[in-house]
């Protein structure tokens, strides 16, 4: 057993899920007006509301117990103090550096790394702001109209999550299109629209050796040069944001056009440095300045918030809640925003990425669960495809809402009325999955419509709801790049808490080697076919279907 499911405070709350076996949120609810209050807080521009929880005071102050069990105080001191963290790498773990935005040193092996990571910002800003004044031109001497962000992962979702979310912010006549996916049809349906003398293509891989995004970039720099022909021309159309100077240099960008960040930054956490430069260009240095602020002002609170006060130490502690003594295997992320609805993408890698792991630090087997499978749309169009499930299936899948009190497009009959419809569904949905519906409130209703007493019984059990079904709501006044820097910082700093509770390391991610080194071996075999016995028959088979169907 490990140390975790063999301690006193899981054995506490494991003893504590059974007491409260038979507890119903709405009598809860019901038995105490103050409950709202007690269980909300503010944070960092952002309000959450976690009372329709399965919890009670105890409930929490047991979590809190683990916490502190786990010392998650120290390991959040840990991590923004640069120790080395991510054991299994060797690297602190410091994107909270990328945004800190007060006079306080950062130290990596006892050295200062702020003074590099704002002139990183500094660069950024100028070049930025050189495309969007249309100062920087193509080597035909027009201004950049489409800036193509190459990258996959971590070099991908945040800055397309961040760029979507941000769209009312965005410069009018620059467009961005980000590429990922090795399937060539995703470069191909891009350029179909874009022109090469106008073109800019931002290639961002970390490592520079991704082979999804060095396959995409070779392919766009021959679609540029099948028109502007002279290699020299490269320069004017590609940069590159990088650790890797070598590789990318080898690629043909001169490192005067790449933008560095470090070995510190975890690619998933990795929008807040260079690799947030379409953000940038999209939204301008001033607006990404306030995305920064927004992250560093829920980095504040995280670090010096009590545990019982920590917003993202209450939401990591209730996906743990879940996990391991409710047994829920997902959980679902609802964004009520349009602007939002590829956060659910980013938080998968986040989350999963992050804490999709078996081994406690130590390199143990652990003996209990650890991250859940995400999922999420934008309400309320989820409400029409998977609620059902959320509400009558046989999984307990905990919810976060995420809604902001106004809107970017206030359009409807009257001002802001699609707004007030949007808003009126989530706090609906989160009541319904809170209070569910009784047999009896089901007779009642059919009854009073006029149903004869037979159809009614007939109909009650498919029509009742059992709720108690959890779920948190987040609010914010507006989605702003600040709003949007505080709530990806709570869901990294929720996602880091977790890591800490299970004694797992949330920063490496050895689980997607094995495919890619196998998609190495199977590349130069899929013309020839593999030599005997080199694979399963499944795999050698469908190679061979391949070959013969292409
Ligand atoms: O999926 C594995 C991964 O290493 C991610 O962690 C990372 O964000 C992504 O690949 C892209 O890596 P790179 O930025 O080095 O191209």
Redesign the pocket.
């Known amino acids: 057993m490990t140390a975790l499911s063999h301690s006193s405070a899981w054995a506490a709350l494991a003893r504590h899920r059974r007491d409260i076996a038979d507890t119903r949120m709405r009598d809860l609810f019901a038995a105490d007006p103050g409950r709202f209050g007690a269980f909300s807080l503010e944070a960092a521009g952002l309000f959450l509301d976690y009372s329709k929880n399965c919890i009670t005071q105890d409930t929490v102050g047991l979590l809190l117990d683990l916490a502190r069990q786990q010392d998650v105080e120290g390991a959040c001191a840990r991590m923004f103090g640069g120790e080395p963290i991510n054991l299994t790498e060797k690297r602190a773990v410091l994107h909270t550096a990328l945004r800190n935005r007060s006079d306080r040193p950062v130290t990596v092996d006892g050295r200062d790394v702020m003074p590099a990571v704002r002139a990183v910002l500094e660069r950024m800003d100028a070049f930025a702001n050189s495309v969007r004044d249309g100062d920087w031109r193509g080597y035909t001497g027009q201004p950049i109209t489409d800036v193509v962000n190459i990258?996959?992962?971590?070099?991908d979702l945040g800055p397309v999550m961040a760029t979507e979310a941000l769209k009312p912010f965005a410069h009018a006549h620059v467009a961005l299109h980000f590429v990922s996916n090795v399937d060539g049809t995703h470069l191909a349906e891009q350029l179909k629209w874009l022109d090469p003398e106008t073109t800019l293509f931002v290639i961002?891989?970390?490592?520079?050796?991704?082979q999804e995004?060095l396959t995409n970039a070779h392919s766009a720099r021959r679609w540029f040069l099948e028109t502007a022909k002279d290699e020299a021309h490269v320069a004017r159309h590609f940069v590159a944001v990088s650790t890797n100077e070598a590789e990318v240099r080898k690629f043909g960008i001169d490192p005067a056009n790449m933008f560095g960040f470090w070995d510190w930054v975890?690619?998933?956490y990795s929008l807040w440095s260079a690799i947030g430069l379409p953000i940038m260009i999209a939204i301008g240095p001033e607006r990404f300045a306030e995305l920064l602020a927004g992250a560093h002002a829920m980095d504040e609170h995280f670090r010096t918030a009590p545990l019982e006060r920590n917003m993202p130490v209450l939401l990591a502690l209730l996906g743990v809640w879940y996990r391991n003594f409710w047994d829920a295997s997902s959980y679902a992320v609802l964004p009520y925003d349009q602007y939002l609805h590829r956060f659910p993408a980013y938080l998968q890698?986040l989350d999963m990425?992050s804490n999709g792991k078996s081994v406690t630090r130590g390199g143990e087997p652990v003996d209990y669960q650890t991250g859940p499978v995400l999922f999420g749309e934008p309400g309320t169009n989820g409400q029409h495809a998977f609620y059902q499930l959320i509400h009558q299936g046989t999984s307990l899948i905990p919810c976060d809402f995420v809604a902001a009190a106004t809107t970017h497009n206030p359009i409807g009959a009257e001002a802001g009325a699609h707004h007030r419809i949007l808003l009126s569904n989530v706090f609906a949905q989160a009541e319904a999955l809170m209070r569910g519906k009784t047999a009896d409130e089901v007779r009642a209703e059919m009854t009073k419509s006029g149903k004869l007493a037979e159809e009614v019984e007939a109909l009650v059990p498919h029509r009742v709801f059992p709720g108690n079904r959890p779920s948190n709501t987040i609010l914010m006044q507006s989605l702003t790049p600040a709003t949007l820097g505080a709530l990806i910082a709570l869901y990294e700093h929720k996602v880091f808490v977790q890591g800490v509770v299970w004694d797992i390391n949330s920063f490496d991610?050895w689980g997607?080697e094995l495919g890619k080194q196998l998609a190495s071996t199977i590349l130069p075999e899929m013309e020839s076919g593999p030599a005997e016995g080199a694979h399963d028959s499944s795999t050698t088979g469908l190679m061979a279907w391949w070959r013969a169907n292409r």
Not at 151 to 155: A, R
Not at 204 to 210: L, Q
């Open positions: 990258g996959i992962g971590g070099s961002a891989s970390k490592t520079f050796t991704t995004t975890g690619g998933r890698q990425e991610q997607v």
